[in-house]
């Protein structure tokens, strides 16, 4: 017969294997054993599904057999350690716990206690110094060898290990480690990754607790550039991490930003507004994301969106234009032979207003002049003459529309019909 072999450093005290609640692990959050209750579910399993087993305390077999006893005229298997009746009957666990649960507990402790061993062996014998398991290898046992690394992630070089958190692959569905070990599955959902939590809060069934989106946003808020280029380029609405609210728990690193580079964040819904305006995005300058992670990180980084606002009511999608700039540059250089002052500190963005009837737009927080693209259409005198207000706008500080602005251009056209004139006032 093939069996699971299980084994780890140190003799274990047969005591905590009969007594309820026994256990020296429970002040430590980061350990997986903390009720005490493991041991006592593994035994109940094993018995009650006839699996053939075997535990060696150093180099000693203890004999684990059951009594059998009626208690209101229902039988209770009591499980009995080296001929000694303890308080754990075969029922103990329900059909709550599964093969895996076992094995995990059994590997669990091992790694708690260390020098873990696992290995599928026919021979069964203990050694001194260290506490070995010994579990008959059923069909469901050997799923869980045969899956090992769907429970246990060891071995294995994270792409991320920074504080609590470690990031894996994932691709399949969502799963949460803790200590390498499995704590929860979600085959409903799609995971860009697989996170291990160690702070994370479970139950006697060693179930992860609490909400799913926390540990996540948490996780990849500080993850390393590896992480962060790999979602980038790969998230997607299918994911969970593409369909979550990020604003509401945490501050993303700097390195979210620099892993953009020149590059500017889109989103679907914004690549079809401008397709429907017949505006073809160009993809090489863009990174399309699920909107989720595009209003989180433009909230947090302003400017690396393409998507901007103009003003309040006014949305501009930026989108290099090769055509425009060439025509603004042709401008710009017939200003500087009139010697017309552009402030130096100016730069130009092009791309599509969402209301079609504005061409150009300064933005004085980032000193930008947002260039609609349609400005390659139009004559030289008009890109010149929108470039000049633009930069009229920018040196005066005063809006479009007000009577402020209206009297410094009045002002600025007297002023250079005098001047031209060589008329002194």
């Not at 006592?40 to 004999?63: C, H, M, P, R, S």
């Not at 139950?203 to 790999?230: M, Q, T």
Request: charged share 25%; aromatic share 12%.
């Amino acid at each position: 017969m093939k069996y699971l072999k299980i084994q780890n450093n140190g003799e274990l005290d047969i005591r905590l294997v009969a007594l309820m609640g026994g256990t020296t692990k429970s002040k430590d959050e980061f350990k997986i054993g903390q009720w005490g209750s493991g041991l006592k579910y593994t035994l109940a399993y094993l018995l009650k599904n006839n699996l053939d087993f075997k535990i060696f305390i150093g180099g000693n077999e203890v004999k684990v057999t059951t009594e059998t006893e009626n208690i209101r005229d229902e039988k209770f298997e009591i499980i009995c350690i080296d001929g000694k009746r303890t308080s754990i009957t075969t029922q103990m666990g329900g059909d709550a716990w599964k093969a895996w649960m076992i094995v995990r507990e059994l590997w669990c402790n091992a790694l708690d206690e260390g020098g873990e061993i696992k290995d599928i062996v026919e021979d069964c014998c203990g050694s001194p110094g260290t506490t070995t398991f010994y579990i008959q290898l059923s069909t469901e046992i050997k799923e869980v060898w045969d899956n090992w690394s769907k429970y246990f992630i060891q071995g294995v070089e994270p792409m991320s290990d920074k504080g609590f958190y470690k990031i894996y692959p994932g691709g399949q569905s969502l799963r949460f480690y803790k200590n390498g070990v499995l704590i929860m599955e979600r085959p409903e959902s799609k995971s860009l990754f697989s996170y291990d939590i160690g702070y994370a809060d479970i139950n006697e069934l060693r179930e992860f607790r609490g909400s799913v989106e926390y540990p996540i946003a948490d996780a990849l808020s500080n993850a390393s550039p590896k992480v962060i280029e790999y979602f980038l380029e790969n998230i997607s609405e299918k994911y969970v991490e593409g369909d979550m609210d990020y604003t509401s728990f945490v501050t993303f690193a700097k390195e979210w930003k620099d892993a953009l580079g020149g590059a500017k964040l889109i989103h679907k819904e914004i690549i079809e507004n401008m397709a429907g305006r017949g505006i073809e995005a160009d993809t090489q300058a863009l990174i399309c994301v699920p909107k989720c992670v595009y209003q989180h990180l433009t909230k947090q980084f302003p400017g690396i969106g393409a998507l901007r606002l103009a003003n309040k009511v006014n949305e501009f999608y930026e989108i290099y234009d090769a055509d425009c700039e060439v025509k603004i540059k042709s401008a710009l250089a017939i200003l500087e032979t009139c010697g017309y002052f552009i402030h130096p500190e100016l730069k130009f963005v092009y791309g599509a207003f969402g209301d079609k009837r504005v061409i150009a737009q300064i933005h004085l927080d980032t000193k930008e002049i947002m260039i609609s693209e349609c400005i390659k259409n139009r004559s030289t005198f008009d890109v010149v003459a929108t470039i000049v207000e633009e930069n009229e706008h920018f040196q005066t500080g005063f809006n479009d529309h007000t009577r402020e602005f209206q009297q410094h251009f009045i002002n600025l056209y007297t002023k250079t019909l005098l001047d031209k004139n060589n008329v002194p006032v």
